[in-house]
């Protein structure tokens, strides 16, 4: 299945990811544009691909994740402004034919991400 998916575990709190925002842009002309921005369901996935199989093509996308938003929400003990805020993951798709699945694992403090399956 090709398209681009992702989705959200909050390690602090040891639970998914559950209404994080998150704009999913391309790289058109030398700018990121955003072509749609999404919530994390109560699993911490987007209810519909990212980018659907029908319409994935070669190309530079980016993910914004609003971590900032979403620690901000739960209402915990962090510094203001937050240490980490919106977190952009840029990434290519060199063959349509594959899935890209890209998730974020994340903390007030820290954050990573990876080529998922």
């Not at 979403?70 to 349509?96: N, S």
């Amino acid at each position: 299945m090709a398209g681009i998916s992702t989705h959200v575990l909050d390690i602090a709190n040891g639970k998914p990811g559950a209404g994080m925002r998150i704009e999913f842009s391309i790289l058109e002309n030398g700018a990121y544009r955003v072509v749609k921005t999404v919530r994390t369901n109560e699993e911490g996935r987007t209810d519909e691909p990212i980018l659907k199989p029908e319409d994935a093509k070669a190309g530079r996308y980016e993910l914004l994740f609003h971590v900032d938003e979403y620690y901000a929400g739960l209402r915990g003990h962090l510094p203001d402004p937050p240490f980490i805020d919106q977190v952009p993951v840029r990434f290519t798709v060199f063959d349509a034919t594959q899935h890209f699945h890209i998730p974020m694992i994340c903390t007030p403090w820290n954050c990573t991400t990876y080529r998922g399956s």
